[in-house]
C-alpha cells in the first residue's frame, strides 16, 4: 500500500509541462508531521522557496515530494525552510 501512495503522490508532483534541464524532484522525509495542519505548515514553508515549482505533501506517508529549479534554488534551501517552520527533514531520494 506504502508503495502504492508513493508512487501516486509522485505523479502528482510531475510537471508535465515541458521539462527544463534545470528542474529536479525530490522527496523528503517530515517525520514531525502529525496532524492535518502540518502537511499545509510544511507545503507553505518550502513553497516560498524561490524557485520552487511544485509542491505534495502527505500526512500518512510523512513526506513531501518537490520539483525545484537547482539553477535557482538547492537542497539545503529547501531543508532550511521546513526546520524554519519546526519540522526536521531528510532526503529519501532524488527522482
Same mark, same amino acid.
Do not use: W
Given at each position: 500500500?506504502?508503495? !502504492? ?7 502528482? =508532483?510531475?510537471?508535465? %509541462?515541458? #521539462?527544463? @534541464? @534545470?528542474?529536479? +524532484?525530490?522527496?523528503?522525509?517530515? $517525520?514531525?508531521?502529525?496532524? =492535518?495542519?502540518? $502537511?499545509? !505548515?510544511?507545503?507553505? =514553508? !518550502? *513553497?516560498?522557496? &524561490?524557485?520552487?515549482? *511544485?509542491?505534495? +505533501? ?5 513526506? @513531501?515530494? !518537490?520539483?525545484?529549479?537547482? &539553477?535557482? +534554488?538547492?537542497? #539545503? #534551501?529547501?531543508?532550511? #525552510?521546513?526546520?524554519?517552520? %519546526?519540522?526536521? =527533514? ?6
Amino acid at each position: 500500500m506504502k508503495k !502504492i501512495l508513493t508512487a501516486i503522490f509522485m505523479l502528482l =508532483a510531475m510537471n508535465f %509541462g515541458t #521539462a527544463q @534541464a @534545470a528542474e529536479v +524532484t525530490t522527496m523528503f522525509h517530515v $517525520p514531525d508531521m502529525f496532524c =492535518a495542519s502540518c $502537511p499545509y !505548515i510544511v507545503k507553505g =514553508a !518550502i *513553497s516560498e522557496v &524561490e524557485g520552487v515549482i *511544485s509542491v505534495v +505533501t502527505s500526512l500518512a506517508e510523512r513526506m @513531501a515530494i !518537490i520539483t525545484y529549479d537547482d &539553477e535557482i +534554488t538547492n537542497l #539545503a #534551501a529547501l531543508l532550511e #525552510a521546513t526546520a524554519n517552520v %519546526g519540522y526536521e =527533514a531528510s532526503v529519501i531520494d532524488n527522482l
